[in-house]
C-alpha cells in the first residue's frame, strides 16, 4: 500500500490528538457547563413568563380601576335623581338600578381577590427565577473560565498535533484520505488497521473481529488493503 508509513504516522499523531480534545470535551466542566447554561435559560424563560403573567395583572387592575370608576358616577348620578324624584315607581326603578351595580361590584371584589393571589404567585416566581439566573449566571461564568483555563493549557500540544498532521497530509493519497476522515468522523479510531491472522495463516481476521471474506481477502492480497465489510474500516496488510 503506497505511503503506507506515512498514513499510520498520521493515524498515531492523529489519535494523540483525539485523546487531548477528548480530555477536554469529557472534561467534568464541559458538562457542568452545559447544565448551568440549560438551568440559566430556564430560570429567564420563568422570568419573562411571569413578566407576562404580571403585565396581564396589571392590565386587568385598571380595567377594574376604570369599571369601579364609572360605577361610582353611575351610582352619584342615580343617587341624586332619586333624592329629586317623589315617584315611588320611578325611586323603586332607579334603586333596582343601583343594586344592581352593586352586585355587579361585588362580584369584580371577589375577581380581584383571586387575582390578588394570583399575583402574588406571579411576583413570587418572577423573583426566584431571577435569583436562580444571577446564580446561574455566576456558576456558568466561573466554570467557563475554568474551561478556558484548561483549554488555553492544552493549547500548545494541540498546535504542535495539528502542524504535525498538516506536515505529513500531502505524502497521503487523497482518495485514501478521505476515508480516514469519514472513519474517523464516526470515532472509529484507529481507522487503518493490519490484518490479523485468523489462527491458521490462510484467512484473516478485522480489528472488529470479523473474518474476511473470499473476496475481500483476495482483495487485500491483491492490493494490499481492503474495506471491513463489517466495520468498513481499512485493513492493511
Ligand atoms: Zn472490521
Redesign the pocket.
Known amino acids: 500500500m503506497e505511503n503506507l508509513e506515512k498514513l499510520l504516522e498520521y493515524q498515531k499523531i492523529d489519535i494523540e490528538l483525539r485523546k487531548v480534545l477528548d480530555e477536554i470535551e469529557r472534561s467534568d466542566d464541559s458538562k457542568k457547563l452545559e447544565q448551568a447554561k440549560t438551568e440559566f435559560n430556564n430560570a429567564k424563560a420563568t422570568v419573562t413568563e411571569t413578566e407576562k403573567a404580571a403585565e396581564s395583572i396589571i392590565s386587568f387592575y385598571n380595567n377594574a380601576l376604570a369599571f369601579m370608576e364609572e360605577c361610582d358616577k353611575r351610582t352619584g348620578e342615580l343617587a341624586e335623581k332619586m333624592d329629586k324624584t317623589e315617584d315611588i315607581d320611578e325611586q323603586r326603578e332607579l334603586a333596582a338600578q343601583i343594586e344592581k351595580i352593586r352586585d355587579k361590584l361585588s362580584e369584580l371584589e371577589r375577581k380581584l381577590s383571586e387575582r390578588s393571589d394570583r399575583a402574588d404567585k406571579a411576583i413570587e416566581a418572577y423573583r426566584s427565577g431571577q435569583e436562580r439566573g444571577k446564580k446561574m449566571r455566576a456558576v456558568y461564568n466561573n466554570i467557563k473560565e475554568r474551561l478556558a483555563q484548561f483549554k488555553k493549557e492544552k493549547e500548545p500540544k494541540i498546535n504542535e498535533l495539528t502542524k504535525k498532521l498538516d506536515a505529513i497530509k500531502p505524502s497521503i493519497p487523497a482518495d485514501v484520505f478521505e476515508i480516514y476522515k469519514a472513519l474517523t468522523s464516526e470515532r472509529k479510531y484507529p481507522a487503518f488497521v493490519p490484518a490479523i491472522d485468523a489462527g491458521d495463516k490462510k484467512h484473516f481476521r478485522?480489528?472488529?473481529g470479523?473474518e474476511l471474506s473470499q473476496k475481500t481477502q483476495s482483495e487485500l492480497l491483491d492490493k494490499g488493503r481492503c474495506r471491513?465489510e463489517?466495520?468498513r474500516?481499512i485493513i492493511y496488510k
Open positions: 478485522c480489528f472488529c470479523i471491513c463489517n466495520c474500516r
